[in-house]
């Protein structure tokens, strides 16, 4: 039976578990759907450091960035405005059919490994490949192919994470419907810069020309598919001798002749029909890179306007004369042939997407079957499949371990064992089905549902997979802006969300749920550090992660936490502990800790204690009749003599022990803080004792009495 459904707002990881995600009725009205449909029909892009968003649909495109705005509650928050609007077509009947967002790394010395500018890359049903800047300057325009762009995909510099992992290379690869184009990403860095510069100085002079240099590509020409709609280009592989020997035996034959050193090979996957999945090996070295002639808007401008007016003086043709210019394309270089090696046949099945892996190492494919299926892209084999996500679409999530939130495992002699090890990766595959409204994030390989979200039925989900392009070995180890692996684009509400995964999410069973209180403790101490003013807000979420702790000993300490926090005040303290005190005494016997249930009756005597001391503190006394030494001396039944004595011994105590301190705004008055109150006393057997201290400390605790 359908349950309470959980909101993306208010459901938080595991909170769907408790009750079945109840998805979305159905709209009423046909024309409802098709004004909330529209942002299917576009194509966005979002800058991997979210400065720049993208949204084209056929010619027209509108280029927004986030700025700071007070919102109608007012609170600070992002908000993205219109930076560039307009269309982007050059031919009459060319439609944007890709777009890409790349921020590219700033050269200065003060701001390595930023982001420098973001560069608009657009695709088109003509073949041209179009670049533009942030204000929809066009830098520069390629046609590598006349077929329409199908695909634009990107791949930035990463370091590898493991030792013995080969380093890929930065590139731009450009899906045609029989052909992969694949721009070397130094190339491309090079000559966005120069092209930059080159319509910087032009805009301010009008008269320069400085020819920025070529694009270096390689095009392959894809054979033996019947269509294909989508790629993912995996990198440089080098094959074992094993796989060397099976691949050659493979093609050759059993007198195949085998080469002493593997060959390095650029893996292709690519989607679509007959194969579903294709896979395809190009050998380095087999083609050599072309070189591209950039053509720049500004310059040709330039040219053509020198050209007319040369042509005017010359008298080679009056006005009337004239004849419409020919446009005359670019030369067309040959694709290399490449023959799919193998692939995953099935003649009624068609693949729609393809998302490859962080890792490079798994890739997740959509098909029109409404199948979810995981790929291991170096074995060619599909590994686990999820039904009934049609029209979905997915994404990655790479999240790195904090180590500051593993637990030493007794016995463990794995390098994970302690804190000093090094940190683990953990993958999560992000589905979005948008017929059913519902947002799932799946542990991989074989790991199971972690989370879900009911999000609406008309939103977008944005993986870029790379993220600034630029950086090297040196400059990658310095400080990173933050970058978004993921996030949906919600049309309705008009916002967009972020999705982060927690790594204890990964692990299982034991060490899973020890990972997942250390992870609330964390989240609890962010809470009390955080400056939110409202105390009730604080208190309610301080129970709710108190409360969802298993352990008892991470109870226990996330409670010491809260009651030695200042910034709680006494009433939130009292109503936590009897929180948790009230939860334990509803659990069975068998399952409660006694220590832990003793310690929160033993902090809530002191509470209350320290309660009743403020309030004697706080009623007002007569100070104007003052006691008499002889109503004293009757009060402590001593005799004047020895009241003198005492009264005698006590000021010169104090003189003795004070010190000349700094006093803070919330210590004046002489009141003692909850949290020294606490530190100062305990309570056992039914006896408050004073824990040893210094002379000082015991005066201050004199002095609140």
Same mark, same amino acid.
């Given at each position: 039976? /359908? ?44 800058? !991997? ?156 002079? *009008?008269?320069?020309?400085?020819? !920025? ?168 084999? /599909? ?67 972690? *989370? ?12 870029? *997979? ?35 995964? !927690? ?28 400056? /939110? ?131 803070? *705004? ?33 005066? /201050? ?5």
């Amino acid at each position: 039976k /359908a349950g309470k459904s959980t909101g993306w707002e208010d459901g938080g990881w595991g909170a769907w578990d408790e009750a079945e995600l109840q998805e979305p009725e159905e709209e009423e009205s046909t024309s409802k759907n098709q004004r909330n449909y529209w942002l299917q029909d576009c194509v966005l892009s979002l800058s !991997p450091t979210n400065d720049l968003m993208v949204i084209a649909n056929e010619q027209k495109a509108v280029f927004l960035v986030p700025k700071w705005k007070h919102s109608d509650k007012g609170k600070e928050e992002m908000q993205y405005a219109v930076g560039w609007s307009g269309s982007l077509n050059v031919e009459e009947s060319e439609c944007v059919s890709s777009v890409l967002c790349i921020p590219l790394a700033s050269q200065k010395r003060s701001s390595t490994g930023r982001p420098d500018w973001t560069c608009i890359v657009v695709g088109f049903t003509s073949g041209y490949v179009r670049f533009y800047t942030e204000s929809g300057v066009l830098l520069l325009a390629q046609l590598l192919n006349e077929d329409p762009v199908l695909q634009l995909k990107c791949r930035t510099y990463e370091i590898p994470k493991h030792p013995g992992v080969t380093e890929q290379n930065e590139e731009l690869s450009i899906l045609y419907p029989a052909a992969i184009v694949t721009i070397d990403g130094f190339s491309l860095f090079q000559s966005l810069r120069a092209c930059r510069n080159q319509v910087a100085r032009a805009a301010a002079s *009008g008269n320069e020309n400085v020819q !920025p240099p070529p694009l270096a590509y390689k095009k392959w020409g894809l054979q033996d598919v019947d269509t294909i709609v989508d790629h993912a280009s995996i990198g440089i592989m080098t094959l074992s001798p094993f796989d060397q020997m099976k691949t050659a035996s493979n093609i050759g034959g059993y007198n195949a002749a085998i080469k002493n050193n593997p060959p390095a090979m650029s893996q292709y996957v690519t989607v679509g029909s007959n194969p579903f999945t294709g896979f395809f090996f190009a050998l380095e070295g087999s083609s050599q890179p072309l070189l591209s002639h950039v053509a720049l808007a500004v310059a040709s401008k330039l040219t053509s306007a020198l050209f007319n007016a040369a042509s005017g003086w010359l008298g080679w043709k009056s006005r009337h004369e004239e004849e419409p210019v020919q446009k005359q394309k670019p030369k067309m270089e040959p694709a290399t042939p490449l023959a799919v090696r193998f692939g995953i046949p099935d003649s009624r099945r068609h693949g729609e997407r393809i998302c490859l892996s962080p890792c490079n190492t798994l890739a997740a494919v959509t098909d029109d079957f409404g199948r979810v299926i995981l790929l291991d892209v170096t074995r060619g084999l /599909a590994v686990r499949m999820w039904k009934g996500y049609r029209d979905a679409e997915v994404g990655w999530i790479q999240t790195v371990e904090d180590l500051h939130e593993r637990e030493t495992e007794k016995m463990d002699f794995s390098p994970f064992g302690n804190a000093q090890g090094p940190s683990r990766v953990a993958q999560f595959l992000v589905i979005y089905a948008p017929r059913r409204g519902i947002l799932e994030v799946w542990s991989t390989q074989q790991g199971p549902r972690v *989370g879900a979200f009911n999000v609406g039925k008309y939103c977008r989900l944005l993986y870029p *997979g790379y993220k600034i392009m630029g950086l090297n070995n040196v400059t990658s180890q310095g400080w990173q802006p933050q970058t978004y692996q993921i996030c949906l684009v919600d049309p309705i509400s008009g916002s967009v969300k972020t999705v982060h995964v !927690p790594f204890h999410l990964a692990l299982s069973d034991k060490k899973s749920e020890r990972a997942k209180d250390m992870h609330l403790v964390k989240k609890l101490n962010a809470l009390l550090k955080a400056k /939110a003013s409202d105390p009730d807000l604080i208190e309610a979420e301080a129970k709710e992660l108190i409360l969802d702790i298993k352990y008892p000993a991470t109870k226990k300490q996330a409670l010491e936490s809260i009651l030695t926090s200042e910034r709680v005040p006494l009433s939130s303290l009292t109503n936590i502990t009897q929180t948790l005190m009230d939860n334990l005494k509803k659990q069975e016997l068998e399952c409660v800790d006694e220590g832990l249930l003793q310690f929160c009756a033993n902090k809530l005597k002191l509470l209350h204690l320290y309660e009743l001391v403020s309030k004697l503190n706080s009623q007002s006394i007569q100070k104007d009749i003052p006691s008499s030494d002889n109503d004293l001396a009757k009060l402590l039944r001593l005799e004047e003599k020895d009241f003198h004595r005492l009264q005698t011994l006590l000021e010169n105590y104090k003189k003795e022990n004070t010190q000349t301190t700094v006093q803070f *705004g919330d210590e004046k008055d002489d009141v003692l803080s909850v949290k020294m109150f606490l530190e100062y006393l305990e309570y056992e057997k039914d006896v408050i004792n004073v824990k040893n201290m210094e002379d000082g400390e015991y005066v /201050a605790l004199g002095k609140s009495y």
